[in-house]
């Protein structure tokens, strides 16, 4: 597609159950980031991906967060027994390469509701 | 630590006057990136500039200018003859060697902009 794309758009789901959030990057970034946002704060990193290279994990907020990528290109975001603070929007974004060089893409995000 | 600092939570201007939104940054780097990002209420982030540490020429884009200044380690962002599809929430971002925890492209609390007519 021409742009960063996530689905679901929006998801609500109990407390306790695992969760997947999808990204679709732009064709041919290497670079993906995940970022979150909760209702009124700035964007809190949580992983990064850039190419084959071992994934930036270190703003994931506890192990009941992980990611994937797949082939290079689509990653997925796991919550593992949300709870209601995991509530946020979840922001992905791609870009051509390291991140410093070229700008970061974003996507539309997926608002995540723990109820 | 790498750490962007955007003071102004929310500004409020009436259309057609100019605003400037105030971003510092601290990085040990040499080499660092600096950048601005809009985020309409529709919620998709939109890039506006990239500026790397070594280039300290301000910048003009329409209405939009920037001014970076390492002496004091800003990079504020005005907006002349605000409008009202102006009204966001902008965000400074600042992306410099990873190092540690702290991941790589960092941004700013953003500021919420409100231009009414």
């Known amino acids: 597609g021409a742009g960063v794309s996530q689905s679901p758009s929006n998801k609500v789901t109990e407390k306790g159950k695992d969760v997947e959030l999808r990204c679709d990057p732009i064709?041919?970034?290497?670079?993906l980031y995940w970022y979150r946002q909760s209702l009124g704060q700035g964007l809190e990193f949580l992983i990064y991906?850039?190419?084959?290279?071992?994934?930036?994990k270190s703003g994931l907020p506890s192990d009941r967060f992980s990611a994937e990528r797949t082939g290079g290109s689509v990653s997925t975001l796991t919550i593992q027994r949300t709870q209601q603070e995991d509530s946020a929007v979840y922001l992905c974004?791609?870009?051509?390469?390291?991140?410093?060089?070229?700008?970061?893409?974003f996507g539309q995000g997926t608002r995540l509701t723990v109820v | 630590a790498q750490k962007v600092t955007q003071a102004q939570t929310e500004i409020s201007v009436v259309e057609k006057e100019d605003v400037t939104l105030d971003c510092v940054y601290e990085?040990?780097?040499?080499?660092?990136?600096l950048f601005w990002y809009k985020q309409p209420p529709s919620g998709e982030l939109v890039f506006l500039i990239r500026?790397?540490?070594?280039?300290?020429q301000n910048e003009i884009s329409g209405r939009y200018s920037w001014n970076f200044q390492k002496s004091t380690s800003s990079f504020n962002f005005t907006i002349t003859a605000s409008q009202v599809v102006d009204s966001a929430v902008y965000f400074c971002?600042?992306?410099?060697?990873?190092?540690?925890?702290?991941?790589?492209?960092?941004f700013g609390k953003g500021t919420k902009l409100s231009v009414k007519p």
């Open positions: 500026r790397n540490s070594f280039d300290e």
């Open positions: 064709s041919g970034h290497t670079a």
């Open positions: 974004a791609s870009s051509t390469d390291w991140g410093g060089i070229a700008e970061a893409f």
């Open positions: 990085t040990r780097d040499t080499t660092y990136y």
């Open positions: 991906f850039q190419g084959n290279s071992a994934p930036d």
């Open positions: 971002a600042l992306f410099g060697p990873r190092r540690g925890s702290q991941g790589n492209l960092i």
